[in-house]
């Protein structure tokens, strides 16, 4: 029995590491799973946003929390190496549904426009983009005119969703 289970790894062809496409985002519970998913099939924007990420030098690692109870979204930066920036997307989960997507997309604009920039890797980069590029709405928070266009975008995207299949 062992033989055989080897023999057929043999006969099994296994694609190689460079050809096999591993995601950039990456929902880190059932709930964000669930968002991620609804939203990619509902926003063709938010479909987008995903396309150029994966592209990118970037890993976004998406989660729903209840500890932002001022907050709908945030975007942190939790690491940078010479090959990978990783960054962490946080959806307030007393949104309803069809919100959590519309920050959702706000939110994955905030990780393009940090993709977009090779130099930003610490809170401190990130802080002078977003002032480069967006202003400040408070101590350590941050907008940009992109980022709630998107927003405004996925919404539009929402309410033109049939359902059906993209």
């Given amino acids: 029995m062992v033989a055989f289970f080897l023999a057929s790894l043999l006969v099994v062809p296994v694609a190689p590491a460079s050809v096999v496409a591993i995601s950039r985002v990456r929902p880190i519970s059932d709930g964000s799973r669930s968002l991620v998913k ?9 479909q987008r946003l995903m396309d150029e990420l994966q592209a990118r030098d970037i890993i976004v690692y998406v989660d729903l929390t ?3 109870l001022s907050d709908r979204g945030k975007t942190s930066v939790v690491t940078a190496q010479s090959t990978v920036r990783i960054l962490r997307v946080l959806i307030n989960a007393r949104l309803d549904p069809r919100q959590r997507i519309e920050v959702l997309g706000h939110e994955l604009q905030h990780a393009v426009e940090i993709a977009r920039e090779d130099g930003v890797g610490t809170d401190d980069t990130m802080r002078e983009l977003f002032l480069r590029i967006g202003y400040s709405t408070g101590p350590k928070a941050f907008e940009t005119i992109a980022a709630q266009n998107v927003e405004a975008q996925v919404k539009r995207d929402l309410g033109l969703w049939t359902g059906k299949g993209r």
């Fill in 38 to 46: 609804d939203a990619v099939q509902r926003s063709q924007t938010v």
């Fill in 66 to 68: 209840l500890d932002l």
